[in-house]
């Protein structure tokens, strides 16, 4: 595993994160401010390629301590409290950012989250994010800098909780890599001895005054996001240096024995079994005769005369079978070389087996056995050891492509058919080779259901009501993560005996239906009804009415 290294598109989002913050001294200009827009949300795509890397690199930690943990456990407890102190950090950092928006919006938490966060998934991991291009105090800081400076004497503002974690969280990641104090390599840098902030009058400033004073929101949780990049990028380089200290050279050899390393055990049939047989701890220069038999489980002296004869040297032999019978299939051997020792013939067996499998192709819905149309069908195309990259695919009708996030497939069908066929081929041996093909049916996306806060119908409370504020449509028992915008409603109600009726565009509740609301009693009806939708393939739906009752 190599270490962490900063690819161009990082470089230049930090060079934009300078210069924007330089700006801001000037004036905040909707220019800027959608400057700050752009550059949060690089970094934070930026973040979760980190994490995913991270991710990967775990994983292969855990799979070595899993095959020897005398030698990879030490390593593995330090990577997994590496893991488990960044994780807290990170949690740490986003309630940060949501306090940041709660004291900038002076909203309660109901509010933040339904009006400022957004249902997302990042890494096959369900999450809140924050959409920050939807707070209206963006460009905003007096509530901020109160919050993260406080008294400027007392040094009690937040910004001062977050200086001493980062140092906290750098001195575990600076041990973990046995690197000196002073180290500029990790980042997470605050009020170093050799470092300086000043303000534009040349004042001198410390490190928390110097970012979140007269800061205004949006460049809080930039800088918020750009610590985070900086604790993934840490976390990244100190799992890659423990998983390099795992020593790779401290393996003694105290046995020989006899090794088959086949290209494939799996075939088609047509192709050729291929195997390399090894035998560990010899001179280069010793010579060896290679013995095999097909069909056996053991070469003895009763066939060993039968057995074919293959090149070797050097205590390796190259197999190469032909695979025209379909099955499993099995072999044994032996190779006989001058043992040093003694100066006399050794012979070392080994045995081996492979299936030889004629073509096929597996296509798998990972949602549903269907295509929907207009929105991204994840499928998994796989044939069975054979490698994709020689595997070419396609569709009778709509789109085929790969998944840039996973190794997966996407299929796109529109309007117009109701069956699209996939098919692939792959090149074997220089021939291109047919590996079969499978039906699908193509459906429309089923309609989703109205709700408010939750429910369709029946009591609901009244701050419950006033809170939720929308019409949200759910694709309740539909996996694929897609959603459908309420494009117009009708609200009604009945006042001092009066049928009144009010029409809505968009999902929202205006101003005048939160008042009739808000003056509502005990037992009144609301119908919610007439909701039009839009879905991701295009078509608009009528939606189910919600009729609800104040408790």
Do not use: C
């Not at 003895?300 to 004869?309: E, F, S």
């Amino acid at each position: 595993m190599a270490g962490y290294k900063e690819t161009p598109r990082q470089k230049m989002i930090a060079m934009m994160y300078l210069v924007l913050t330089a700006l801001l001294a000037l004036n905040v200009s909707k220019e800027i401010l959608d400057a700050f827009m752009v550059v949060n949300e690089s970094m934070e795509s930026t973040n979760e390629s980190i994490a995913a890397k991270s991710d990967d690199a775990y994983e292969k930690f855990a799979f070595q301590n899993d095959l020897n943990p005398e030698k990879v456990g030490e390593f593995w407890v330090q990577a997994q409290a590496i893991q488990e102190k960044a994780n807290t950090f990170i949690e740490y950092l986003e309630f940060l950012k949501y306090e940041l928006v709660r004291v900038s919006e002076r909203k309660d938490s109901t509010e933040i989250m339904n009006l400022y966060y957004q249902d997302t998934v990042i890494n096959g991991k369900r999450k809140k994010t924050l959409v920050l291009r939807d707070v209206p105090t963006k460009d905003k800081y007096d509530a901020t800098t109160n919050y993260m400076i406080g008294n400027v004497t007392l040094k009690n503002g937040e910004a001062y909780t977050l200086s001493v974690k980062m140092d906290a969280y750098r001195q575990a990641i600076i041990e973990a890599m046995g690197l000196p104090a002073n180290t500029k390599k990790i980042g997470l840098i605050t009020n170093a001895d050799e470092i300086t902030y000043r303000n534009a009058d040349g004042q001198i400033q410390d490190w928390e005054f110097h970012n979140f004073y007269h800061t205004i929101l949006a460049a809080d949780v930039t800088i918020i996001n750009k610590i985070i990049g900086e604790v993934r990028s840490a976390e990244f380089n100190a799992i890659n240096h423990l998983y390099a200290s795992v020593s790779e050279t401290d393996f003694k050899f105290d046995k020989v024995a006899a090794k088959v390393i086949p290209k494939s055990t799996y075939l088609f049939q047509g192709q050729k079994y291929e195997a390399e047989v090894l035998v560990a701890a010899y001179d280069e220069k010793l010579e060896a005769t290679l013995k095999v038999m097909q069909g056996v489980d053991t070469l003895v002296g009763a066939n060993i005369d039968r057995a074919t004869v293959y090149e070797s040297e050097a205590g390796k032999g190259h197999l190469e079978f032909n695979t025209s019978t379909v099955g499993p299939q099995r072999y044994a051997g032996i190779i006989e070389m001058i043992d040093p020792s003694t100066n006399e013939m050794t012979g070392y067996p080994f045995s081996g087996e492979y299936i030889v499998a004629p073509p096929s192709l597996t296509v798998a819905p990972l949602k549903m056995n269907v295509f929907y149309i207009g929105v991204e069908n994840p499928v998994s195309i796989s044939v069975p050891g054979l490698a994709m990259d020689k595997v070419t695919t396609s569709i009778s009708f709509g789109e085929l492509y790969e998944d840039p996030n996973s190794s997966d497939y996407i299929v796109k069908v529109p309007k117009g058919e109701k069956e699209a066929i996939v098919s692939a081929t792959a090149q074997i041996d220089g021939k291109t080779m047919n590996l079969g093909s499978v039906n699908f049916r193509v459906k429309r996306v089923p309609s989703p259901t109205a709700t408010i806060a939750g429910q369709s119908d029946g009591q609901i409370d009244k701050n419950t009501l006033l809170a939720a504020g929308a019409i949200i449509p759910e694709m309740r028992d539909f996996d694929f993560d897609l959603y459908f915008e309420v494009t117009s409603f009708t609200f009604g109600t009945i006042v001092n005996g009066d049928w009144m009726q009010k029409n809505v565009r968009g999902n929202r509740f205006s101003q005048e239906i939160i008042n009739i609301i808000r003056s509502g009693k005990r037992t009144q009806k609301f119908f919610f009804e007439n909701i039009q939708a839009k879905g991701p393939d295009g078509t608009k739906r009528g939606l189910s009415p919600v009729n609800l009752e104040l408790k």
